[in-house]
């Protein structure tokens, strides 16, 4: 079945650095989305990407789709406090979603 | 955030015992899902509805039964609770498209001893 790989699992900041987290899919997506889970809340959508080397920016946060939609990343520019939490890709499969294990977000002030 | 409700919000309970978590939902989503978080393992669907009686099987469903008699409740239950099953368990619901998000609600902490 379809495989939704995110890496790294952990990332440690300097707030202020920037950061990124990268997702691969074993299969073509129609689109990928993004979702973000504060310490101790619920998975919040954040974006979503659906065509071939799509590029959205929110804020500091820039989101791509690789050309092949096999790939996606999420960066973030001079990260702040607010940014902690994990973000998760994930990719629709029949009805459902199939996330990755998340990226672990932490900033030190 | 979407009308979606979780309960109860944290329980403890012992192995061997039967558990039933509630979600209920007001948005009148045709799809709704039950989501496990544990530390390294990210979310994990175990059962998932696509309609009042319609249910479907997710990756982790071991141990795991659902009912949805009404659109708007989703109910999972634990037949005989494990530790292993000690867990964080998140209701989503959606309306099952492929561009269609996911909303989740605010989770139940579970432990069972």
């Known amino acids: 079945g379809q495989q939704v790989m995110q890496i790294p699992q952990y990332q440690h900041v300097q707030e202020g650095e920037d950061f990124t987290t990268y997702c691969n899919s074993s299969?073509?997506?129609?689109?990928i989305q993004w979702y973000k889970q504060r310490p101790g809340g619920h998975p919040v959508f954040l974006i979503q990407l659906v065509k071939s080397g799509e590029v959205k920016k929110q804020k500091r946060l820039t989101f791509q789709f690789g050309e092949a939609k096999k790939n996606s990343s999420l960066h973030i520019t001079a990260t702040q406090t607010t940014d902690v939490g994990t973000y998760f890709c994930?990719?629709?499969?029949?009805?459902?979603?199939?996330f990755g294990q998340g990226t672990e977000l932490s900033v030190k002030p | 955030d979407a009308g979606i409700t979780q309960s109860p919000r944290h329980k403890v309970t012992e192995t061997g015992t039967p558990v039933t978590l509630r979600c209920h939902q007001t948005?009148?989503?045709?799809?709704m899902y039950w989501y496990r978080q544990d530390p390294g393992h990210g979310l994990r669907l175990i059962h998932y509805s696509y309609g009042v009686k319609d249910t479907d099987k997710g990756e982790v469903s071991d141990g795991y039964s659902v009912s949805r008699s009404k659109t708007e409740d989703f109910l999972l239950t634990l037949e005989s609770a494990t530790s292993s099953q000690t867990s964080v368990y998140f209701c989503a619901i959606g309306q099952g498209r492929e561009v269609e998000t996911q909303y989740f609600g605010p989770g139940t902490r579970l432990l069972v001893l």
């Open positions: 299969t073509t997506l129609s689109n």
């Open positions: 994930a990719g629709p499969q029949g009805g459902k979603l199939i």
């Open positions: 948005e009148n989503h045709r799809y």
